[in-house]
């Protein structure tokens, strides 16, 4: 069984790391940029995002397409898209064009990625399933998501997590078990696609969200009730869209939420927290260096929301802050002015 790994940022690379150390099978990463894979080859570490962390000596790297691929070309072999989301439709294009030997192998492909497009408000497996079935390769795929409360950073050092793979596909889903579930990871298996990768993109907004309330330090109470409420949002989300609750209430949920709400190392945390500070959008991603995708998606959740008739004010409140010129004190205000609700 090989694995390859498209795509050399943080979390692809976290990822190979893993695989590497725990595994026989041979892993390559596949990385874009030239330059990047000769300081990973050799400095035996990712400097750009994963400083002072080594790769393990037995991780192929390479920015070779074909030689990467050449490596995933049977039905036991495991192909892991590693690239933001922004990434996935090209990526996922350029994987149904490539010739393989034997062309009636089933492929096997697990996505990281989390979020939702910004233009066409599409899911990740939606973006694939789109392209498999103009391309007339919605048959040889057998195709999933890898997801739950995971910093690149911890999961590379080999620190513990636990993660839920889910797909229609149950050769998939042991197979990303076998390779994955290793000394510091555990994996388990759900089948509910839709809900896993919901919990993976609303989580990020509501994390914003909890920044902001940090930011401009109203509490701890602030904070649990944020997380509580916005949890609320995202499983009533997720219920409309015909995801089940139990997916909410797990690590792909509440798991996700908590730790990319509360953890110092969140991306979508550190805007919020700017936010508060005063600090305009533009100027805090230049100097953040890295996606987070809570603000590309945030209108995009909205607008699923409102589609599903579902009341969303913590998210929308973020979209005052972030896209129309709301001050975070203003929009904490008018919130917390809301008539009372039920439940």
């Given at each position: 069984?090989?694995?390859?790994?498209?795509?050399?940022?943080?979390?692809?690379?976290?990822?190979?790391?893993?695989?590497?150390?725990?595994?026989?099978?041979?892993?390559?990463?596949?990385?874009?940029?030239?330059?990047?894979?000769?300081?990973?080859?050799?400095?035996?570490?990712?400097?750009?995002?994963?400083?002072?962390?080594?790769?393990?000596?037995?991780?192929?790297?390479?920015d070779?397409?074909?030689?990467?691929?050449?490596?995933?070309?049977?039905?036991?072999?495991?192909?892991?898209?590693?690239?933001?989301l922004?990434?996935?439709?090209?990526?996922?294009?350029?994987?149904?064009?490539?010739?393989?030997?034997?062309?009636?192998?089933?492929?096997?492909?697990?996505?990281?990625?989390?979020?939702?497009?910004?233009?066409?408000g599409?899911?990740?497996?939606?973006?694939?399933q789109?392209?498999?079935?103009?391309?007339?390769?919605?048959?040889?795929?057998?195709?999933?998501?890898?997801?739950?409360?995971?910093?690149?950073?911890?999961?590379?050092?080999?620190?513990?997590?636990?993660?839920?793979?889910a797909?229609?596909?149950?050769?998939?889903?042991?197979?990303?078990?076998?390779?994955?579930?290793?000394k510091?990871?555990?994996?388990?298996?759900?089948?509910?696609?839709?809900?896993?990768?919901?919990?993976?993109?609303?989580?990020?907004?509501?994390?914003?969200?909890?920044?902001?309330?940090d930011?401009?330090?109203?509490?701890?109470?602030?904070?649990?009730?944020?997380?509580?409420?916005?949890?609320?949002?995202?499983?009533?989300?997720?219920?409309?869209?015909?995801?089940?609750?139990?997916?909410?209430?797990?690590?792909?949920?509440?798991?996700?939420?908590?730790?990319?709400?509360?953890?110092?190392l969140?991306?979508?945390?550190?805007?919020?927290?700017?936010?508060a500070?005063?600090?305009?959008?533009?100027?805090?991603?230049?100097?953040?260096?890295?996606?987070?995708?809570?603000?590309?998606?945030?209108?995009?959740?909205?607008?699923?929301?409102?589609k599903?008739?579902?009341?969303?004010p913590?998210?929308?409140?973020?979209?005052?802050?972030?896209?129309?010129?709301?001050?975070?004190?203003d929009?904490?205000?008018?919130?917390?002015?809301?008539?009372?609700?039920?439940?």
């Amino acid at each position: 069984m090989n694995v390859t790994i498209l795509g050399g940022g943080a979390w692809g690379t976290a990822i190979a790391i893993h695989l590497a150390k725990y595994n026989d099978s041979k892993i390559c990463l596949w990385v874009r940029d030239t330059h990047n894979v000769q300081t990973m080859l050799e400095a035996r570490e990712n400097t750009q995002y994963l400083p002072g962390i080594k790769l393990p000596p037995n991780l192929e790297i390479t920015d070779n397409w074909d030689l990467a691929l050449g490596q995933a070309s049977t039905s036991k072999d495991l192909i892991v898209i590693a690239t933001p989301l922004a990434g996935l439709e090209e990526i996922t294009l350029k994987l149904t064009q490539r010739t393989l030997p034997l062309p009636d192998v089933v492929q096997h492909w697990i996505w990281l990625c989390k979020g939702i497009d910004a233009d066409s408000g599409m899911l990740p497996h939606e973006i694939v399933q789109k392209v498999l079935g103009e391309q007339g390769k919605l048959e040889s795929v057998h195709y999933g998501v890898l997801s739950g409360p995971s910093f690149a950073k911890e999961v590379a050092q080999g620190l513990p997590c636990a993660l839920t793979v889910a797909s229609q596909f149950n050769d998939l889903n042991e197979m990303t078990q076998v390779l994955f579930h290793q000394k510091s990871m555990r994996i388990y298996v759900s089948d509910d696609v839709t809900g896993v990768e919901l919990g993976g993109a609303i989580k990020n907004v509501l994390a914003i969200a909890t920044g902001i309330a940090d930011g401009l330090h109203l509490g701890l109470n602030a904070r649990a009730a944020l997380i509580t409420r916005g949890m609320n949002e995202m499983s009533r989300i997720g219920i409309a869209m015909g995801a089940k609750l139990e997916t909410f209430l797990g690590l792909a949920g509440l798991g996700d939420l908590i730790l990319t709400a509360t953890g110092d190392l969140s991306r979508n945390r550190k805007v919020g927290i700017e936010l508060a500070k005063g600090h305009s959008l533009d100027e805090i991603l230049q100097q953040l260096g890295h996606v987070a995708e809570g603000v590309r998606c945030a209108q995009a959740i909205e607008k699923l929301a409102q589609k599903h008739h579902v009341e969303t004010p913590i998210i929308r409140t973020v979209c005052d802050i972030l896209f129309r010129h709301v001050k975070p004190m203003d929009a904490v205000n008018a919130m917390m002015s809301r008539d009372p609700k039920a439940k």
